[in-house]
């Protein structure tokens, strides 16, 4: 019951909205978020062959996938998904939920949503330093360092947070965080560039400096204001 075809492209989701969908839907909530953030991974849909469809942000131990067809009582069929829109859509179930239970604990009170710009320093601190926003950071960068990036961009938009690596001088768009982790996400690169977290009307430069089993790398840091937030550029430079 426990053996599973390989990852099948043709059928993996083909927009994040799938896969916050997914992560917001019945199959997912069936199994705890820190497992699905623990092992990077998405329940989709059951196919018409009665299959699981999960998607997979990395490579599953066989005991996982003996988990799942035990937890669902089905074979489980894996498809590829880029691992940092996984963790995104993981997070923006877990804030939406949060959300719900927080606006029901009002009872009628009147509920004030706070503009962006509203977001106090404390605040931006509090959301940089949660554990999932930190490790869909570090997935972000793992992946432009798996996929040999040479710089990732970061552009705030009307609808979210929009990741671009350039790969062989080519920019492709491989993660769209929701709108929600936007500031949260680039506080949490400016606090490991060292940079004012709190300066978003001034262009700043700043560096990461990491180190990937035997390779030492230098992250350069730029941040730009712009109309929807601040843009990032983060150049990868080999030690």
Not at 41 to 52: K, R
Not at 72 to 90: F, N, Q, S, T
Not at 206 to 230: A, K, N, W
Request: aromatic share 2%; net charge negative; hydrophobic share 45%.
């Amino acid at each position: 019951m426990a053996e599973t075809p390989p990852p099948d492209a043709a059928t993996a989701p083909r927009a994040a909205a799938d896969l916050r969908a997914a992560a917001a839907g019945p199959l997912a909530q069936r199994l705890s978020p820190k497992y699905l953030e623990e092992h990077c991974l998405l329940p989709l849909a059951v196919t018409g062959a009665g299959e699981l469809l999960v998607a997979a942000g990395e490579p599953l131990d066989p005991t996982v996938v003996d988990e799942l067809c035990w937890t669902y009582g089905r074979r489980v069929k894996l498809v590829d998904a880029p691992a940092a829109e996984v963790h995104a859509a993981i997070l923006s179930a877990q804030s939406a939920a949060t959300s719900e239970v927080q606006a029901t604990d009002l009872r009628g009170g009147d509920l004030v949503v706070l503009a962006e710009e509203e977001e106090t320093l404390d605040d931006l601190r509090a959301l940089a330093s949660q554990a999932p926003v930190i490790k869909l950071v570090n997935v972000m960068i793992l992946e432009a360092l798996r996929a040999r990036s040479s710089d990732v961009h970061l552009e705030s938009t009307p609808d979210g947070l929009r990741v671009r690596y350039r790969i062989d001088g080519v920019l492709h768009e491989l993660s769209h965080p929701p709108r929600q982790f936007q500031a949260a996400v680039i506080s949490r690169i400016k606090i490991m560039a060292g940079l004012n977290i709190a300066e978003r009307r001034l262009a700043q430069d700043g560096r990461i400096r990491l180190r990937l089993s035997d390779r030492e790398l230098d992250l350069r840091v730029s941040t730009t204001p712009t109309l929807h937030g601040e843009g990032v550029v983060l150049r990868i430079l080999d030690r």
